[in-house]
Every structure is written in C-alpha cells, then in structure tokens.
C-alpha cells in the first residue's frame, strides 16, 4: 500500500516537474543581444577596430532579425564608425566556455555595444527590431554516422551542438534539445525522427510547448559528403529543405539563419514612424504597487513599444496607453510568447480599450 502511495506521488511529482519545465518553454528573454565575443591574435588597437566593427555587425543582424541589414547604406556607414556604438570591452583566455572550443592558446574579445544608439541607429534608418523575448525552438536531430543512428538529447556534449549553440547564439535564438528521456524515446522512435512526420513531431513535442519545431536528419553518403533534409514548423505551417557540405557542422550557419529570417518576419518590429499607433489596454488584477511597477516594466521591454503612460486607474485595474510601433496583432504575438497576461475575450460593450488582459501573479 505504502509503495502504491510512493508511486503516485512520485508520478505526481514528476508530472508537476514536467508542467514546471514546459511552461517555461513558451518564450525566454534571451540575453547579450547587445555583446559579441570575437577571438583574437592580439591585443593591438587595429585588431580591436577590426574586430569591432565585425561585431558591431553580428549585433545589427541579431538584433534586427535581418542579415539585409548591414547593406543599408545608414548602417554600412555605422561600421566604419563602429567605436561610437561601444560601451565597454575586454579579454579574456578562459579555457572553457559552453559555446567555446577547449583551448588555453586561446584569447577572446568582449564587446559590448549601446543598447539604446543601437536601437537608435536601427530606428533611423527605420529598419526592424527584434526584441529580447523570443519563441523557444525545440530541435529534433538524427543523426546517421559510423555509431549507428540516433537522436541527440539534451545532455549530449558532442562538437556538433556545440556548433548549433554558436551558431543558435549568433542570431540570438533561445533553441533546446529534447530530454530524450523514456517519454520521448516511446512518442518519437528513431525511426518516426528520421521520417520527419509532422504528426508524431507535434505529438512528441507536445510536452514541450515550444513555439516552433526544428527537425533534421543527417548523414553521410559514399562519397563522404554530408547530407541535411529539414522540417521546420510554425505558426501552423511547414516548409522543408535541404543541406549539404564536407562535415556536420558545415551547414549549421544556412539552417539557423532560415529559421531565424522565418521568425524574424514575424515577431520583428517595423520601425517606419508613419506606422505609430496609440494603443489603450486595459489590465485587470492589478491590487498592489509593485504588481503595478513589474507591470509598466513589462510593457516597456517590448520592442514596438516606445511610451507607456497610466491613462486611467479603477478598483483591481489599471488602464495604460501606449505608442506603438506596427500593428496590434504583431504587440498580441509577443505579448503571447509568455504567460505574465491572460488575454481576456472583448466586450463589444464594454470599456473603450483596443486590449484587455488579466495580470498573472508572480511568484
């Protein structure tokens, strides 16, 4: 009886765990937007100037969600004066670091760059912005090799994600693996992975919740030249292609960039100033001074967001107004990427605000 018990409330514990785990996959605050870490020969300042405007635009790209950017003429002007945009930088020669090979030879610059003339910059030149919160991907990958066929887990510490963590962090997209546990391996056999099946990939992922799924298969043909066929699914729709390269690694860099060019289109902000749309949202459960402060904070990380102002205060709410840049639909997306507001159904009757939500406590 006592071990029945301790079953059920294991299971309960683990299910509880799992809840705990899958939720916080809905979107994460992706952090060092703003930073690029370079390896160097040397410390001389031309090597620092070469580097930085190398940086500055790996940052552009990230932080716009667009390569095209750096063909604008604003900002191919802003690299040939990238000091303006550094805040601080430094060296260091860690010999470990979970995107960095092992090495002791090796020396790393840190560059991190001005938030806000970043921003600036790509405002003026009214191109897009990409904020800070950004979907979860969950990557399902098979590989094909000498070892056999396989998935690879979460807790794989091979050189090949490592490669995707660089080149994941380089776009600046939050992508996991999955747990591989006895879960997955039961809703996602190797075979079914290898298959691409939309189907068994949005049941095996379910547990998850991610935002948009990544799955490829990789292997290596007679000729020893690898080879990469992909699925990438969101916002209800999937598209598929195909790589091909000397090593594993190789293609990495083409698939991140679709997949980041693919959101980017979507979550970015279209910074073009004719399209300024004051916004009233009405937020509900509002019942204390700091539920309020972490609220307005809220709002103000948002990209499309450029001024929250208190236009109305009643009982348990609050009504703010905001400027936004774009539409409402594209504020609704990323407000949606995380749970801190429940969006509550329109009344025709009701209130004059554009959005109505329900403050989610924090714990």
């Not at 994460?28 to 001389?44: C, H, K, M, W």
């Not at 300024?276 to 009405?282: D, L, N, P, S, Y």
Request: glycine letters at 6%; a negative charge; aromatic letters at 8%.
């Amino acid at each position: 009886m006592r071990l029945d018990n301790l079953k059920c409330w294991s299971g309960m514990l683990l299910g509880c765990l799992i809840l705990i785990y899958c939720q916080k996959l809905l979107a994460v605050e992706v952090a060092g937007l703003y930073t690029a870490e370079l390896q160097v020969i040397s410390q001389s300042v031309e090597e620092r100037k070469r580097l930085t405007s190398q940086g500055l635009r790996m940052v552009l790209q990230r932080v716009s969600g667009h390569p095209a950017t750096i063909e604008h003429e604003m900002v191919k002007t802003a690299l040939l004066n990238s000091d303006r945009y550094l805040r601080q930088y430094g060296y260091d020669s860690l010999k470990e670091s979970p995107d960095r090979e092992a090495s002791s030879d090796l020396q790393w610059l840190r560059l991190q760059f001005d938030e806000i003339q970043i921003d600036k910059l790509l405002r003026k030149a009214q191109l897009p912005i990409w904020g800070s919160n950004r979907p979860q991907i969950l990557l399902w990958l098979t590989i094909d090799d000498e070892s056999g066929r396989r998935t690879l887990g979460a807790d794989n510490d091979s050189g090949l994600v490592k490669q995707i963590d660089r080149e994941a962090q380089r776009r600046g997209l939050p992508v996991i693996l999955p747990l591989m546990d006895l879960q997955d391996e039961s809703a996602l056999p190797v075979t079914e992975a290898w298959g691409l099946f939309r189907q068994t990939l949005e049941t095996a992922s379910a547990r998850y919740q991610p935002e948009a799924i990544l799955a490829g298969r990789l292997y290596r043909n007679d000729e020893q030249f690898w080879h990469g066929r992909w699925r990438f699914i969101f916002n209800d729709q999937v598209t598929g292609f195909s790589t091909s390269g000397d090593s594993e690694n190789g293609e990495f860099d083409l698939v991140i960039d679709y997949v980041a060019d693919t959101l980017a289109r979507h979550y970015a902000v279209n910074t073009d100033i004719s399209r300024h749309e004051k916004i009233r949202v009405k937020v509900e459960n509002i019942l204390s001074l700091a539920a309020y402060a972490e609220m307005t904070e809220y709002f103000k990380k948002f990209a499309a967001v450029t001024r929250v102002s208190v236009a109305g205060v009643e009982r348990g709410s609050i009504i703010i107004e905001l400027i936004a840049e774009d539409s409402i639909p594209k504020l609704q997306e990323a407000i949606a990427l995380d749970n801190k507001l429940f969006e509550l159904s329109a009344d025709p009757a009701g209130d004059e605000h554009d959005l109505a939500y329900r403050w989610q406590a924090q714990e």
